[in-house]
Structures are given as structure tokens and as C-alpha cells.
């Protein structure tokens, strides 16, 4: 099948390289020419696994790059709005890029066309599409309107792409939905799994795929419902944290109990420094404001957002509860995307521990195997940035682990300790256990966890410091 995909950000190039790997022809649309000629030369944008094979094996085939939407539309049988959506000052999701390309969308309808809004939006958002197209002199029988949400993790966007928990297509017209049954019959009928290209299948995948078919009202309040819920987790699990390190309990034994529930489950159920990143902070806000505006006031998401919010501050306390003063305080600082896998910072809780430890006076130095180039952008000259781990650590009165990395997970620990000048790490990912860090020396501070100290270190002012002051 021929599809355009409008909008070559982070949802539409993963789309559309996803798509050309089931076998349609995709055009994929942006009207950014620097953009555009990057693509074109060959080079990939974001940090996502398996991204750049899919690029290599279909750009110029079946994969193609242009900036003219009319005859994207013209040639294609179903056109994916995949543009940006930001927040506004309020809250609300900005739809004006949806807005502007369903008004040109309109003026290139010239046989049946199924218009799918990829992008995450609120509720009634296919029903205004379908309003400027008609308004724009679009014959109705001429067009359906779909609602498509994606459910793809940064990092993992590829094979959540091409091995989803499920697929859900929200069409008002049988017609509209033979359309994207065929776009997915590869997932659905599992002919793609048999192929030997295909993408490395991860674990605890659903094959064949399977496709839920609702109204688009219902599949709009899907995607946001799903993000509300998943953020609900992260902050539930963060203020169980926090008692666990009031009582002396271990979170880490808490999560077990409560995700070998099937009713729960354990994903999710991941202490740490908050959730970020382009998804959840700016879907809670727009679902609350779809809330208000039908009259509800969801006091849930504000108490998830609150909570989220309260969880860096509480690092920062940790932090300092380690190292007594911050000013002068020189730091390694260990992640900077969002999450591991990726480059993303938008709305990274790591920067934005980075952010207010400088704001105390500290000297930093950060290293990320990703993000880093997309946080000099941010970061300026304000802190320094390493080759490696070891390097940030080097020097430092503490290492702070802030992005969960899985080179971070399995660091040289004796190394480590010599280029620490204190062997204090604050590990705000819990990706160690603080008995196996106190048997190699070092002090540790996790989130939910009691710290864990070293039987021969006494207690100092500064925290906890080794036998024999180094570097002194």
C-alpha cells in the first residue's frame, strides 16, 4: 500500500521506517529542507536501535523523503498526521500543526483517503480534522478520519513498533478500518515474524500482533489514559520510596511483592528520580485539561505531577544529607537523557538535578554515551563534559548515577573507587545493591533503600570518609 507519513519527528520517522519494513511505500513528509537533506544523506536524527538499519535498507526503495505534502496525498491511500503537539502556557496540546496540515490535506483529496492522526491528541481531535477538510470543500464520501495512537518507548520504539502489546485503530466506517487492517496484516497475520530480515523479536512479545478496532473517541482517550496510568505508577512507586526509607524497609523487596500480583504487575514499579521525557509530562497536562474542560477535575494527575515533581527535590536532599554543603562541591555526574537508550533529554529529570545542582554552586562533570551533544545545547559552558564514567568520576567528592544506562550498571567498581576522591556514590536508579557496594568500599545512597556504609569508613562531617583521606 502507498502511505504518506506527515511530520519526520521522533513518531513519524520510526512510523514510516516501520511501515516501509512491512512492505508499503512510504513518502514521508516534512517541510524542514535541512531536516529533509540530512534524511536524504543518510543521517539518523535520534538515538533508537535498529532505526539506522531500516533507514539503510529502505530509504530511496520503498522509503522516501519529500516536502510536497499535495502530492504525498494524491499518491498515497492513507495519510498519518504524525506532527508535533506541544503544551501550551496552559496545558492544553498545541494542534496547530494538526490543524495546518488537515487544511492542506484538503485541497489534494482526489479519490478515497483514509486521514490517521498518529500524533498524540485529545479527545474530538478526528472530529475537528474532519471539519477543516469539509470546510476546505473536501467531499464527505471522499475521506474518513482514524485515530492510530502509538505506544512506542524511546529506545525501544522500533520493536514496540513492529512487535506491540497491541495495535488500536479508532475508525466511525468499516471502510476506514479494511484500510488498516491491510496496513498491519503483516503484524496481524504474523507473516512478518517469518521473515528472516525481520526485526530481532525482544522478550515477551505478542505474535501475532493484536488489533483492537474502537470508535476514534475511544482510541484518543486510550493513548492518554495509558500514559496517565503508566506516570501513576512511576510516582505511586516513588512515594512508597519514601516510607520505605523512613522505616528502614527495602523498596526494591516492596516492588517484588506488589508486582508478583497479576493484577499489577512488576513494570513500572521503578524507584527512582521521576519520570520525563516527550511523552508523559505532556499528555498528563493535556489530559487534565480535557478533564476540566468536560467538567472533571481529575485532583489524581495533579497529586502524580506533584509527586514527580517533589521526587527530584528529594534527591537533592539526599545529596546533600551525603556531602553535609554543595557549594564548591565538585560531582560526577553519570546520565543525562531522559532514560537509558536514548539521546532525549525534553523534560529529563537527570538534567534537571544537573540544572539545580548548579544553582547550589557545584562543579560538575557528566557523561552520557548519548545525550550529550543535545545537552551542550543546554548546558553550555556551565559544565564539563567526560569521555567516559571513570573520567566524570575522577576527582570528584561523589558520583551521582541520574539515567539508567546499562554501562552504569556494570562499572569496574575497583576503578571507580581510585578515581573517586571520596568513595561516595548516590545512585538515584537503584542499579546496585548496597551491600555489594559497601563490600567494595564505597558509601550508598539509593532512592527507597537505607544507605549502606562501609564497616571500617568512620563518620565525618562531609558523610562518610575513607581511613585514609586521598588526594589530600
Request: a negative charge.
Amino acid at each position: 500500500m502507498r502511505i504518506g507519513v506527515v511530520g519526520s519527528g521522533y513518531v513519524g520517522l520510526v512510523a514510516g521506517a516501520c511501515f516501509a519494513d512491512l512492505g508499503h511505500d512510504v513518502i514521508l513528509v516534512d517541510n524542514d529542507q535541512q531536516k529533509l537533506a540530512s534524511l536524504k544523506a543518510g543521517v539518523v536524527p535520534i538515538h533508537e536501535y535498529f532505526l539506522p538499519e531500516l533507514l539503510r535498507r529502505h530509504s530511496g526503495r520503498r522509503l522516501h523523503f519529500s516536502d510536497d505534502l499535495h502530492e504525498a496525498v494524491r499518491s498515497s491511500a492513507a495519510i498519518f498526521i504524525a506532527v508535533g503537539t506541544p503544551p501550551t502556557d496552559s496545558g492544553d496540546a498545541d494542534l496547530s500543526y494538526v490543524e495546518s496540515v488537515a487544511r492542506e490535506i484538503s485541497g489534494a483529496v482526489n479519490d478515497y483517503k483514509v486521514v490517521v492522526e498518529k500524533s498524540t491528541v485529545p479527545v474530538y481531535t478526528s472530529e475537528w480534522i474532519r471539519k477543516i477538510i469539509l470546510r476546505n470543500g473536501t467531499d464527505p464520501a471522499a475521506f474518513d478520519v482514524a485515530s492510530n495512537p502509538e505506544f512506542l518507548r524511546e529506545g525501544t520504539a522500533v520493536t514496540d513498533f513492529l512487535y506491540p502489546d497491541r495495535i488500536v485503530v479508532g475508525v466511525d466506517s468499516e471502510r476506514c478500518a479494511s484500510v488498516l487492517r491491510a496496513i498491519y496484516k503483516p503484524l496481524t497475520d504474523g507473516t512478518y515474524y517469518q521473515r528472516q530480515d525481520a526485526v530481532p523479536q525482544p522478550d515477551r512479545a505478542r505474535i501475532p500482533a493484536p488489533i483492537i478496532v474502537t470508535s476514534t473517541k475511544s482510541a484518543e482517550l486510550i493513548k492518554h489514559a495509558s500514559n496517565a496510568f503508566l506516570a501513576m505508577k512511576i510516582s505511586f512507586i516513588n512515594a512508597v520510596a519514601s516510607i520505605c526509607e523512613s522505616v528502614g524497609a527495602n523498596v526494591q523487596q516492596v516492588c517484588q511483592g506488589i508486582g508478583s500480583d497479576t493484577r499489577i504487575g512488576p513494570r513500572f514499579l521503578n524507584p527512582g528520580i521521576g519520570y520525563g521525557g516527550s511523552c508523559f509530562p505532556k499528555d498528563l497536562m493535556a489530559f487534565r485539561s480535557v478533564a476540566r474542560e468536560c467538567g472533571y477535575d481529575f485532583r489524581l494527575l495533579d497529586e502524580v505531577m506533584k509527586i514527580n515533581e517533589e521526587q527530584r527535590q528529594r534527591f537533592l536532599r539526599k545529596v546533600r544529607s551525603a556531602l553535609w554543603t554543595l557549594r564548591g562541591k565538585r560531582l560526577g555526574v553519570l546520565g543525562l537523557a531522559f532514560k537509558g537508550g536514548t539521546d532525549d533529554i525534553r523534560e529529563s529529570p537527570a538534567m534537571l538535578v544537573v540544572q539545580m545542582l548548579l544553582q547550589e554552586g557545584c562543579h560538575i562533570t557528566v557523561y552520557d554515551p548519548a545525550a550529550m551533544d543535545r545537552a551542550r545545547e543546554i548546558l553550555n559552558f556551565r559544565v564539563q563534559f567526560a569521555e567516559n564514567a571513570y573520567e566524570a568520576a575522577s576527582g570528584a567528592d561523589a558520583l551521582l548515577i541520574l539515567t539508567e544506562w546499562d554501562e552504569f550498571a556494570s562499572l569496574d567498581l575497583e576503578r571507580l573507587n581510585e578515581k573517586l576522591k571520596y568513595p561516595i556514590v548516590i545512585d538515584g536508579r537503584n542499579l546496585y545493591q548496597p551491600e555489594f557496594m559497601a563490600e567494595h568500599g564505597f558509601t550508598y545512597y539509593s532512592v527507597g533503600r537505607l544507605p549502606a556504609i562501609p564497616e571500617n569508613q568512620p563518620a565525618g562531617a562531609g558523610g562518610i570518609l575513607r581511613n585514609n583521606y586521598k588526594k589530600a
